[in-house]
C-alpha cells in the first residue's frame, strides 16, 4: 500500500497540464448520477426513480476567450468600447471553447438480488470548437500584419457538434467479493450535428507589391431536425415532423469496474461513451474551393494584384460597377451544398482511471485521472476529491482540478437527504461561478430524487 501515494504523484505529474469537465457528484458516495460516470458502483440505494429536474448538468469549457479582454472600460467598471485589438492579444496561437449538456427527462434504479439495474432517458449535446487566433488578427491589424509567403494569415476551424437523445439500462454486479463491474447500455437518436473535416482559408500579401493571394478549402457534413432540405437557390429550409427525431438512429455503451485492493484502497477504471450515430435523414455536405474563373483566378488560388486609379474612382462613384465588382468577387468563394450517402459520427468518449482511499465509512479521498476524446483533439483532467458523508443525511464533496491556464478549480457538491427526496448541488470551479465570464470553465449539475423505501423500512441499504 506504501506505492500507491508515489502512484498518485507520478500520475499528478502526468497529467497536471489541464484538465475540464469534472463533475463533484462522481464522487459523491450518496448520490446516484454517480453512476453517470462508473457504472461499476456500488449504490447504496433500494430504489430511486425521478423525473423532469432529477439531473441537469451543463459544462463549458473556455480556453482563451474573456470578457474583460473584449472591452475598454469607464472609470465606473462598465464596457464603453469594444476593443478588437485587445482581444486579439489575448487569444492564444490554438483556442477552444467547449459546452456539454444534459438534462435527464426519467430515470429510475432499483436493486435485485445480484446487483442494481437503471433506467434514463436523457437530452444531450456535446460540441467542441477548435480555432486559431488569425482570424481575429487579420480583422484587428490588417492583411499587413501577414506579409510574406512564410507568414499567412491561416484562418482554421474545427468544429465536432452532436445532440441526440439517450435511453440506457444499466446493470452492476459484484461477481467476487472484492470485484464489482457494470455496464449500460444506449440506444441513440441524433437530433442535429455538425462536423468539419476541413475548414481552412490562407491568405498572402506580397511585402512589395501587398498583392494578395487567398486559397480555401472548406469541407463539413451536417444533419438535423427540423430537416435541412434544400430549398430553391441551394437554401435551407424544412418543417419539424415529429417522425423525423426517429431518422438519425445510434448505440453506445458504458463499461466500468472497480476493484477492492482491500478495506481502505480501491481502485476504478471506466470508458463512457464508446459509440456512434448514423445520420440517415437529410444528411448534407458543404464544401467550398477558390473558383476556376475569370481574372482573377490563378493556380487554385483567388490571386488580386490591386485596384488602378480609374478602378478606384469608379468605386466609389459608380454604384451599378461597385455591385458588379462585389458580385464577381462572390463567384470565387462559392459553398456548395448537396444531399450525401448516411454516414457515422462518434461520441465524446471519456476515459476515467481513480483511485480512492477509504478512511471509514464517513470520509473518502480520491485522485483521478480523466480524458475527454472531443472530435477536436484529447483533452486530459487530474482531480483531487475529498467525500464525506454523515448519517446517511448529509453528502459533502470538495474537489481541486487542473484546468489549461488556471490552477485555481475548486469544486464543492453539497447534498441531503430528507426522508423521501434527495437534493443536491454541485460545481467544479466556485469562482467561475462568481466570474462566469472571465474563467477558463463552468460546472454546474443539480438535481431533486425520490427515494423509495425498502420493505424493511429503509432506503439505503
Not at 478549402?217 to 430553391?232: F, H, I, K
Not at 481574372?295 to 478606384?312: I, T
Not at 472530435?375 to 464525506?388: C, D, I, Q, S
Not at 461561478?433 to 430524487?449: D, Y
Amino acid at each position: 500500500m506504501k506505492k500507491l501515494p508515489l502512484l498518485i504523484w507520478t500520475l499528478f505529474a502526468t497529467f497536471c497540464l489541464y484538465g475540464q469537465d469534472v463533475n463533484p457528484v462522481d464522487f459523491m458516495k450518496m448520490n446516484p448520477y454517480q453512476l453517470n460516470s462508473n457504472p461499476a458502483t456500488n449504490l447504496k440505494y433500494y430504489s430511486y426513480a425521478a423525473l423532469g429536474t432529477n439531473n441537469i448538468c451543463l459544462n463549458i469549457h473556455n480556453s482563451s476567450l474573456r470578457y474583460d479582454n473584449c472591452f475598454q472600460f469607464d472609470a465606473e467598471g462598465r464596457p464603453s468600447v469594444f476593443d478588437l485589438n485587445k482581444l486579439a492579444a489575448s487569444l492564444k496561437e490554438n483556442n477552444n471553447l467547449s459546452v456539454n449538456a444534459n438534462v435527464e427527462i426519467f430515470g429510475m434504479g432499483r436493486r435485485s438480488r445480484y446487483g442494481f439495474i437503471h433506467y434514463g432517458h436523457r437530452v444531450r449535446v456535446q460540441s467542441s470548437i477548435a480555432y486559431g487566433d488569425d482570424l481575429f488578427e487579420l480583422a484587428a491589424y490588417g492583411n499587413s500584419a501577414f506579409q510574406g509567403d512564410d507568414n499567412p494569415a491561416d484562418i482554421k476551424l474545427n468544429v465536432n457538434l452532436l445532440a441526440y437523445q439517450e435511453f440506457a439500462v444499466g446493470y452492476q454486479i459484484k461477481p467476487t467479493e472484492n470485484l464489482s463491474v457494470g455496464a449500460r447500455l444506449k440506444f441513440l437518436l441524433g437530433t442535429a450535428q455538425a462536423n468539419t473535416d476541413a475548414f481552412s482559408i490562407r491568405l498572402f500579401t506580397n511585402p512589395q507589391t501587398y498583392a494578395l493571394r487567398i486559397y480555401e478549402d472548406v469541407a463539413m457534413r451536417a444533419a438535423g431536425v427540423p430537416s435541412l432540405g434544400l430549398g430553391p437557390n441551394g437554401t435551407l429550409g424544412g418543417r419539424f415532423n415529429p417522425g423525423d427525431l426517429f431518422h438519425n438512429p445510434g448505440f453506445g455503451v458504458d463499461l466500468a469496474a472497480e476493484y477492492d485492493l482491500d478495506e481502505h484502497y480501491s481502485v476504478m477504471a471506466a470508458v463512457n461513451d464508446l459509440g456512434f450515430i448514423r445520420w440517415k435523414f437529410n444528411s448534407l455536405s458543404f464544401t467550398g474551393a477558390v473558383s476556376d474563373e475569370g481574372q482573377f483566378y490563378e493556380s487554385g488560388s483567388f490571386f488580386y494584384d490591386g485596384l488602378d486609379v480609374d478602378q478606384l474612382q469608379r468605386l466609389v462613384s459608380d454604384g451599378d460597377y461597385r455591385e458588379q465588382f462585389m458580385d464577381t468577387l462572390k463567384q470565387y468563394f462559392k459553398i456548395n451544398s448537396e444531399f450525401i450517402q448516411p454516414y457515422n459520427t462518434m461520441l465524446h468518449t471519456n476515459i476515467l482511471l481513480r483511485g480512492t482511499y477509504r478512511l471509514n465509512d464517513t470520509h473518502r479521498f480520491m485522485a483521478q485521472l480523466q480524458g475527454y476524446c472531443s472530435g477536436v483533439g484529447f483533452r486530459p483532467a487530474m482531480t483531487l476529491a475529498y467525500n464525506a458523508t454523515f448519517m446517511e443525511m448529509f453528502d459533502i464533496c470538495a474537489s481541486y482540478s487542473m484546468m489549461k491556464g488556471s490552477l485555481a478549480n475548486l469544486g464543492l457538491g453539497l447534498a441531503g437527504n430528507f426522508g423521501a427526496f434527495h437534493i443536491y448541488f454541485a460545481t467544479n470551479n466556485l469562482i467561475s461561478a462568481l466570474r462566469p465570464l472571465n474563467s477558463n470553465g463552468l460546472n454546474a449539475e443539480l438535481g431533486i430524487v425520490f427515494n423509495i423505501r425498502h420493505a424493511n423500512n429503509s432506503y439505503f441499504e
